[in-house]
């Protein structure tokens, strides 16, 4: 008998250590942790390809220019880039007016450019995702200019017409159309077009056959070359009810929830990820959620359905400015409303999918400029504060390029400065119809798209380093102290910080797939919340202004073991209910 419980022992030992043997080298255990995959243990690191660096001196990034700062984007600790659209484009919308998908914009280089930009990145281990505009093209793709020429062209039904002999279609809103008008009249087929985006920017008809059909085989162009996922733009937009029926009175105003809300959408999907996606499983998509809400994320993420991996979404971006505008709300952000958004999302999420978490992109201001605070005194501090709460959620970081640096708003005064069409477009239609345009110009210093757009800082050279000649958008004249050069240098410097932080992320599992728990929840000065993961905890504590403030804990922080603290040192070592931070201060705790 006592031979056979050995022999048991033996044996069950032999399969636990199997087992631990099998499990992803990971420093701290993981056993326990189910559905493990790349993308959601990924920091993805969005590249605004126009904006990185110039290598022929024309003042416009370019895919060898990228290609030459592969090591310091290595050197980050991110695993993921994402491009903004690197493909033909006549550039109105900063290519995402597509005019050939299967070829690169001559600006950004070649194919045999992008060959080797995806062969150096895969030999550095960095992924590759693309952005994927299929909701629109642009009116120089070869099929618009086909499907214009007449009302029997093949590719007529290729975008979405409406013959004027029928009347005025019903009102769409369009978002760059100096008009406001989503349908333009077209006097060669004496029809109107739909686009949502601007005139130079037709919807594809996806009800059509053939649009997908070609829309796939374009997808599987670009993974057979080994990309590794799509970034998947407006892609809630796709599906149009072709009858065009009025907008529905509570749609007026906020029209982007109609949209997204197409009749044959999650069909498109579904068929696209059978077609397409599922023949390459190891690659990540993250859709562009605009439009979507916490009640509908599930249709898109949860595995069962067949469609997407991830998606990220625009509840939060709404925060700050007066509801229904894209106006500042002097009265600032309430932080409340801000946590209330990313517990939400993360509770309808839950273990039935994953999500996505970011507060900047090319789309929007700078985050230090708006969810922090970009003055000299607080600017770095408010940065890591902002970059500790992006590392050390439960879900996958969207970080957008130069916020590692705490990059700034750059706050045009004239509008020469601008180049973002919706900035050109939006002032175009205030000067038409007799708007405030002082009132426009002061609010886009805070919230235009073109504050995110500019040269990325390389050091105190010329143009920052960027390009050696004449910048196609100004660069931020704060480049002379806030670039890489500088930064890496200084072991306090936000890029510095933020290698750090990327790093304790990945070795810390509890801080990707750790269960998130809200603390102090009223707390309007303080975000706090926990990270649980077999048996550990791991506190965060951030404070969102420019004073000392109080957290209402239950913990004995008498025990807790600092991670991570933007100042450095641990203050209120010995607090218990109780905890003082420093103005924009974060920390990270093991209790
Ligand atoms: O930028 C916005 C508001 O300022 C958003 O509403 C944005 O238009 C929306 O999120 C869709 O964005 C995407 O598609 C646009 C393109 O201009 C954006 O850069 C892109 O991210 C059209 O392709």
Not at 73 to 91: C, E, H, M, R, Y
Not at 212 to 228: E, H, P, S, T, V
Not at 522 to 547: I, S
Request: charged share 25%.
């Amino acid at each position: 008998m006592k031979i056979m419980k050995y022999i048991h022992l033996i044996v069950m030992m032999a399969a636990i250590a199997a087992i631990i043997s099998c499990q992803p080298q990971n420093k701290k255990s993981t056993a326990t942790i189910p559905n493990r995959t790349w993308w959601k243990e990924a920091v993805v690191y969005q590249i605004y390809p126009r904006s990185f660096k110039d290598s022929n001196g024309d003042g416009v990034g370019d895919l060898k220019g990228i290609i030459s700062k592969l090591d310091y984007v290595k050197s980050l600790g991110v695993d993921v880039i994402w491009l903004n659209p690197i493909f033909a484009s006549p550039n109105r919308d900063n290519g995402y007016d597509i005019s050939d998908y299967r070829k690169i914009m001559k600006q950004f280089g070649t194919m045999a450019d992008f060959d080797t930009l995806l062969n150096e990145m895969h030999h550095r281990g960095l992924k590759l995702v693309l952005d994927l505009v299929v909701n629109h093209t642009s009116s120089d793709h070869k099929w618009f200019k086909e499907s214009r020429k007449s009302r029997n062209n093949p590719y007529r039904d290729y975008y979405h017409w409406w013959p004027a002999e029928r009347g005025k279609p019903a009102k769409r809103y369009s978002y760059f159309d100096v008009d406001n008008n989503a349908w333009k009249y077209d006097s060669t087929t004496n029809a109107y077009y739909l686009h949502y985006f601007a005139r130079s920017q037709p919807d594809l008809n996806w009800e059509n056959p053939k649009v997908r059909q070609a829309i796939y085989k374009m997808m599987r162009f670009w993974l057979n070359k080994g990309i590794d996922g799509f970034r998947m733009d407006v892609i809630p937009f796709i599906s149009k009810d072709t009858t065009f029926p009025p907008l529905p009175e509570k749609y007026h105003g906020n029209f982007v929830h109609y949209y997204a809300n197409g009749p044959h959408l999650h069909e498109y999907l579904q068929e696209m990820n059978k077609d397409v996606l599922s023949k390459y499983p190891n690659i990540m998509t993250v859709a562009e959620g605009a439009g979507v809400t916490s009640n509908e994320v599930l249709n898109f993420i949860n595995p069962s359905r067949h469609e997407l991996n991830m998606l990220y979404n625009f509840d939060a971006m709404r925060l700050g400015l007066i509801p229904g505008t894209r106006e500042v709300d002097p009265k600032g952000i309430n932080l409340v409303d801000f946590k209330e958004v990313f517990t939400k999302w993360d509770s309808v999420i839950d273990d039935k999918g994953w999500g996505t978490i970011w507060l900047g992109n090319h789309d929007t201001p700078r985050i230090v400029s708006h969810w922090g605070n970009d003055s000299p005194a607080f600017r770095a501090l408010s940065s890591k504060m902002l970059t500790t709460f992006l590392m050390t959620m439960h879900a996958t970081p969207f970080y957008y390029f130069g916020d590692e640096l705490g990059m700034t708003n750059i706050k045009f005064d004239s509008i020469q400065d601008y180049r973002d069409i919706e900035t050109l477009h939006e002032y175009q239609h205030l000067k038409d119809t007799g708007g405030d345009i002082k009132k426009f110009l002061d609010n886009q210093k805070m919230v235009a798209r073109d504050n995110g757009r500019t040269p990325f800082q390389w050091d105190s050279t010329k143009n920052a380093g960027f390009t050696t000649g004449q910048p196609w958008i100004k660069v931020n004249p704060n480049y002379k102290t806030i670039n890489v050069k500088t930064e890496e240098k200084n072991p306090n410097s936000v890029l510095n910080y933020f290698k750090k932080i990327v790093r304790m992320r990945k070795d810390n599992p509890i801080l990707i797939y750790g269960k998130y728990t809200l603390l102090d929840k009223e707390n309007p000065d303080v975000y706090a919340y926990t990270r649980e993961l077999n048996g550990k905890k791991v506190l965060v504590l951030l404070n969102f202004t420019t004073h000392k403030v109080q957290a209402k804990l239950s913990f004995d922080m008498r025990k807790a073991k600092l991670l991570i603290d933007n100042y450095n040192t641990m203050q209120d070592a010995n607090a218990i209910q109780t905890f003082t931070l420093r103005p924009y201060e974060a920390a990270v705790f093991e209790l």
